[in-house]
């Protein structure tokens, strides 16, 4: 089985209900058919949560919903380490760059850490492609030198009107 990754922001199209949520619902069909393996961190659980948990709400079990979508990764020690690689690389071309206000320099330390160990995940799991809707990757593979395709979660084949998110045996889970 081939195996690629979701980067967190695919799951929060779908799980917010977000307009492209229908065309990542027919990629997760083509991709079961396919028999093809979807992976994504367990770092990508502790983004989506965050949502149940802001202003002291519900708990949503969203690692259950994941899991039904996707094999769930664990941090190891290689993949800490590999992302540690890449953090360094980026915060060393970026010093090369402009100067960033204080904000921006937040933000994008935060983003930056998670971004790295995402890459470092599938990497590690040996992914052909990465799908995400954060056009930040295609730019960190190539600084990186990572031999992996970025592309934005869509279906690669046409689809039939009427039978969109439908797959063999029945409708894609979470769909």
């Keep these: 089985m081939v195996p690629v990754y979701f980067d967190t922001s695919v799951f929060l199209c779908v799980l917010g209900k977000q307009p492209q949520a229908a065309q990542v619902r027919d990629l997760l069909s083509e991709l079961k058919v396919d028999k093809v393996r979807i992976y994504t961190s367990i770092l990508t659980v502790q983004e989506v949560s965050v949502s149940s948990f802001i202003n002291g709400g519900l708990f949503v079990d969203y690692h259950s919903k994941l899991a039904r979508l996707a094999r769930i990764k664990g941090v190891t020690k290689d993949i800490s380490l590999t992302a540690a690689k890449y953090e360094a690389a980026i915060i060393g071309a970026a010093s090369k760059g402009k100067p960033k206000d204080e904000q921006e320099r937040i933000r994008d330390n935060r983003r930056r850490k998670f971004d790295c160990f995402h890459l470092a995940t599938a990497v590690a799991l040996g992914c052909s492609d990465f799908y995400a809707f954060d056009d930040k990757f295609e730019t960190r593979c190539q600084l990186l030198?990572?031999?992996?395709?970025?592309?934005?979660?869509?279906?690669?084949?046409?689809?039939?009107?009427?039978?969109?998110?439908?797959?063999?045996?029945?409708?894609?889970?979470?769909?």
């Design 145 to 175: 030198d990572i031999k992996m395709r970025v592309r934005e979660p869509r279906p690669q084949k046409p689809t039939l009107p009427g039978l969109i998110g439908l797959a063999p045996g029945g409708p894609v889970a979470g769909g």
